[in-house]
């Protein structure tokens, strides 16, 4: 029985492929209110624009790193990890050359590190990707390395 999925499959996953996603996303102020709201960060930079407009640099309210974070993965899931993934292992580096604000839009580009296959896990393996995220000006917003187990291909599903 095929597996329903968009994403690459381990083999699939060579280092050094590069991939344009097709998704972007706008980030509005109802993003950053809800997502900082609903994680518990009172963080006046997020959600006080009174305080952002006279106490900090950029003079209006930071989208949450946080969110930054997520969107960059999610919007990775689609063309790389859907159908295809056990779990997310964790992050190697998060880093974030520039803020972003409400209004600004992201693009994505994942590259894949590393691939291998699982030495206690058949059928599986593990591969390190390097998401980045660009606002609508070309600056890189967000950069993060992580690993996840990924699944092989089943043999059912070989073409």
């Known amino acids: 029985m095929n597996r329903p999925h968009s994403g690459r499959w ?10 344009q996603h097709v998704i972007r996303r706008t980030i509005t102020e109802a993003d950053n209110v809800l997502f900082t709201s609903i994680t518990m960060n009172p963080a006046w930079v997020h959600l006080d624009f009174d305080y952002a407009e006279r106490e900090t640099e950029y003079k209006k309210p930071l989208v949450n ?26 992050f190697d580096s998060v880093t974030f050359p520039a803020p972003l604000f409400h209004g600004d839009t992201i693009r994505v580009e994942t590259e894949v590190l590393a691939a291998r296959k699982s030495a206690s896990r058949p059928g599986q393996g593990i ?4 998401h980045r995220a660009f606002n609508q000006h070309g600056e890189l917003v967000c950069r993060a390395v992580r690993q996840a187990l990924m699944l ?8």
Not at 69 to 90: D, F, R, Y
Not at 152 to 159: R, W
């Open 10 to 19: 381990l083999e699939e996953l060579t280092p050094g492929l590069t991939i």
């Open 65 to 90: 790193s946080m969110l930054t974070v997520a969107m960059v993965v999610g919007i990775s899931v689609h063309e790389t990890t859907l159908g295809t993934t056990v779990a997310n292992l964790g």
């Open 152 to 159: 092989e291909q089943p043999a059912d599903e070989v073409d």
């Open 127 to 130: 591969v390190t990707f390097e």
